[in-house]
Each structure stands twice: as C-alpha cells, then as structure tokens.
C-alpha cells in the first residue's frame, strides 16, 4: 500500500485551469503507474486520466480528454494533472492512485486518499 495525498484543488470559474498534484507518501512511486480519478456528488468514481513510469504512456478518459494533461517528474516522486477550460459539470473530488495498467481504469491498487476539491462556478 502507499499513501498518496492529493493538492492543488480550489474554486475557480467556468473556463479557468487548475493544477493538481499527487504525491506519495513517505515514498516515490518507482515504477508503478498512476492514475487520476474524479467522484462528483452521487455519481460513481470516473477515471479521468493515467501515465506509466518509464516511457510516461499517456490515457485520458473520455470526460476531460481534450482538456487535460498529466504528466510525472523524472524523480517519480509527483505526479501532476493540468486542468484547463473546466466546466461546471468537472465539479468533483479529484483522487490519484496507483494502477497495474493505465489502459484498464479499474487496475487501481492502493486504498483511495483524501482527494483534492475542484469546484466550477457558472
């Protein structure tokens, strides 16, 4: 298990960027791949966008696919996700977690952190 802590949430209007960040806790995240997900409220966990380790292989989920970029430091201690032209609808808690395969968005391996909070106004 490695816990991981989620940052960079905030307010901001329809239009704005926001950039989250994932990091492990007490420990790079080495090889493995990571992925960020989303729950808005009543509605179930989405995956939102994944890369791996060495080659940084990117996957983007079908909600954000064109307005968002992930990328990871060299040192795999962080992992960023870039979020522009946020809608009202990306409102959610936005959580990062390891994977086994960034292709298959259930493959998450770790129990789920805190998250960070995005919130769209209109």
């Known amino acids: 298990q490695v816990q991981v802590v989620e940052s960079g949430g905030g307010t901001v209007q329809a239009g704005g960027s926001l950039r989250l960040s994932c990091t492990a806790s007490?420990?790079?995240?080495?090889?493995?791949?990571v992925g960020w997900f989303r729950q808005a409220p009543g509605k179930e966990r989405e995956f939102v966008a994944a890369?791996?380790?060495?080659?940084?292989?990117?996957w983007y989920g079908d909600s954000m696919r064109d307005r968002s970029s992930i990328s990871r430091d060299s040192d795999q201690n962080t992992v960023d996700l870039q979020l522009h032209r946020l809608k009202p609808e990306d409102t959610a808690v936005y959580y990062c977690?390891?994977?086994?395969?960034?292709?298959?968005?259930?493959?998450?391996?770790?129990?789920w952190g805190q998250g960070t909070q995005v919130t769209v106004s209109s």
């Open positions: 007490g420990r790079a995240f080495g090889s493995s791949s």
């Open positions: 977690n390891r994977m086994t395969s960034i292709y298959s968005t259930e493959s998450y391996l770790d129990e």
């Open positions: 890369i791996t380790a060495i080659k940084k292989n990117t």
